[in-house]
């Protein structure tokens, strides 16, 4: 009798009128803008790039002016202040704060995490509520990189869009319910002009499920794409935007400054567009004097590492030779952190 009763019902549930609602009696309602016209609440937002480009930077820089109440890099006036979930499973958690802090960013409304989760299930769903509830005014999760959180040790990674949606369904209705905005970082396809979401690595679904995706490339327009592309400008461009702003293409740089920690970190310095795009290629550094002189201005702003200055003067045309001669001519300074850490120039 049971199982007859348990078939009537889905039997009816089968065939009965599916609910069907006119879009005149559907409210309308405005984005809840972290960004105005780029990172909406409740939104999850992919942002992809090759190692390198900056897009760990990006997001730090994103989270220091959400700490801060700074205005954002296109000129928006910022929109509130609130606190940021930063989960980084591929750097310690002291380099993590050391980014946090040389971007500006209010440590205090910052919430770092290096462990492993899995928000595809209901514990790893409810842990992070709980880590939620404690803190003030939660705005932005950070997920580096975002494929480390949708998907146990046991689980094979798919390209299903079914099972992807399934798997991103339980954090997406958290940032639908939560009003919080999420960045998943991805990498890009090695080679790829990375302005397209096709050009994502892995998964390709994670692209067709994500609505909103940026992506951080070399500007190619920049003198020094081709020859020295570790120098070049970058530029932060929309690769798909379904539910946000589209054309934009902000230019930056990736710059480095000192921490509390006495370690050098590399921070994001946004460039204005007109007046970067006027501006000559870097002067080549060739003879000894013109060496001299660019490691006394390089060294101007306080101690770098030497095999960073070293690689990028040879960028410049400077020799291997040539450069250590400058650093004896200046007379610089070194110290190693350890026995076998990296060596830092100073100027006496």
């Known amino acids: 009798m049971s199982k007859t009763i348990a078939d009537a019902v889905a039997f009816a549930r089968l065939h009965r009128p599916a609910p069907l609602t006119r879009a005149d009696q559907i409210q309308s309602r405005p984005k809840d803008w972290l960004w105005p016209g780029m990172i909406a609440g409740g939104r999850l937002i992919i942002l992809l790039g090759e190692p390198g480009v900056g897009k760990s930077q990006i997001c730090m820089d994103i989270a220091a002016r959400l700490t801060t109440g700074r205005a954002w890099p296109d000129g928006s006036p910022p929109t509130s202040i609130g606190s940021v979930l930063f989960f980084e499973a591929e750097d310690d958690r002291e380099d993590t704060k050391d980014r946090a802090e040389v971007a500006g960013a209010d440590c205090r409304r910052m919430i770092i995490e290096d462990e492993a989760r899995n928000f595809s299930t209901a514990l790893g769903i409810a842990t992070l509520k709980r880590e939620l509830d404690r803190m003030e005014n939660p705005r932005l999760i950070v997920l580096s990189p975002y494929r480390s959180y949708f998907g146990g040790e046991n689980e094979k990674e798919t390209n299903n869009e079914v099972e992807i949606r399934r798997r991103l369904a339980p954090f997406q209705a958290l940032l639908k319910d939560r009003g919080i905005a999420a960045i998943g970082i991805g990498h890009k396809k090695p080679g790829k002009g990375g302005r397209s979401a096709e050009d994502m690595s892995g998964p390709q679904a994670y692209g067709r499920v994500v609505r909103s995706m940026m992506t951080a490339v070399v500007d190619q327009s920049d003198p020094l794409a081709k020859n020295a592309p570790k120098r070049a400008r970058r530029a932060l461009v929309s690769a798909k935007a379904n539910n946000c702003s589209d054309g934009y293409n902000l230019l930056y740089r990736i710059a480095g400054k000192m921490a509390s920690s006495g370690e050098s970190a590399p921070r994001i310095e946004w460039l204005d567009k007109k007046a970067e795009l ?47 001669r400058a650093g004896r001519e200046l007379g610089v300074l070194s110290d190693r952190d350890g026995f076998q850490g990296p060596v830092t120039w100073r100027l006496p």
């Open 278 to 324: 006027a501006l000559p290629a870097p002067a080549a550094v060739r003879t000894l004097a013109e060496c001299v002189e660019w490691l006394r201005t390089r060294l101007s702003s306080g101690p770098a590492r030497e095999e960073a200055m070293r690689n990028e003067a040879m960028e410049l045309g400077c020799s291997r030779s040539t450069f250590y």
